[in-house]
């Protein structure tokens, strides 16, 4: 069963302008995370930012920041000021936590973001 | 301190020949963690590994893949008689023991593998 889901189809947004990229999740667990990572054309996979299930702000690294909504099961990735440098493919994340020191993530299928001067 | 170190970046195989992937952890870290990504598509796991350990191969295809960590040297990634729906990028992160909580898993560049 998909864990999360990322649908948007490719965005284009004007540089300097804010981006909010949707992720929903699925899971039971009381006690999970949620992962973005950023991959751009070079192929590397980048880590942005993490929010915890129990964590009662929103998370913010920089530029970024996550719009948690926990009731509704969503982790939304708002990039504020595009720049160039931020097209990419971004993908959201979550861990669960099997027993045994298991810390695997499972991905979405990602969402496209082109900024344009 | 490096970080996960991956080779080759790409690797060309020809239908029915064995693709080997190399993963070098983080220092300190002694598990590991292979994902396979396909065109257009998100990572999925394939398989954790401790050191002369599978943990969880719940991701791994049943035929052909195999995975080791050995106490001493890299972890491989191991395809044989490799056919064109295998290729992908094929991504390697490690960890140290234990959960790690709010840490993210560090990810190598990955290995580009191209069937022909």
């Known amino acids: 069963a998909q864990k999360i889901t990322q649908t948007q189809p490719g965005m284009f947004v004007q540089e300097k302008e804010a981006v909010t990229l949707d992720c929903t999740y699925d899971?039971?667990?009381?006690?999970?995370?949620l992962f973005w990572y950023k991959q751009p054309s070079s192929g590397e996979m980048i880590f942005l930012i993490y929010?915890?299930?129990?964590?009662?702000q929103n998370a913010t690294e920089g530029r970024y920041s996550l719009n948690f909504q926990k009731a509704r099961k969503s982790a939304n990735l708002v990039i504020s000021a595009s720049q160039l440098g931020d097209s990419a493919m971004y993908f959201c994340a979550m861990r669960e936590h099997p027993p045994g020191g298991n810390n695997r993530l499972a991905f979405g299928k990602g969402n496209q973001v082109v900024v344009i001067p | 301190n490096a970080g996960v170190m991956q080779n080759p970046r790409h690797l060309v195989r020809r239908r029915g020949q064995e693709a080997r992937l190399r993963c070098s952890p983080m220092?300190?870290?002694?598990?590991v963690y292979w994902y396979r990504q396909l065109p257009e598509e998100g990572l999925k796991f394939m398989v954790y590994l401790q050191k002369e350990n599978i943990i969880d191969e719940s991701g791994m295809p049943k035929e052909r893949f195999s995975a080791e960590f050995p106490k001493e040297g890299p972890s491989i990634l191991r395809i044989q008689q490799v056919v064109r729906g295998d290729s992908a990028a094929y991504f390697c992160a490690s960890s140290p023991p234990g959960q790690i909580g709010d840490s993210p898993l560090h990810f190598g560049n990955g290995t580009r593998l191209t069937v022909t």
């Open positions: 929010q915890g299930s129990y964590d009662e």
């Open positions: 220092k300190g870290h002694s598990h």
């Open positions: 899971t039971s667990d009381q006690s999970y995370g």
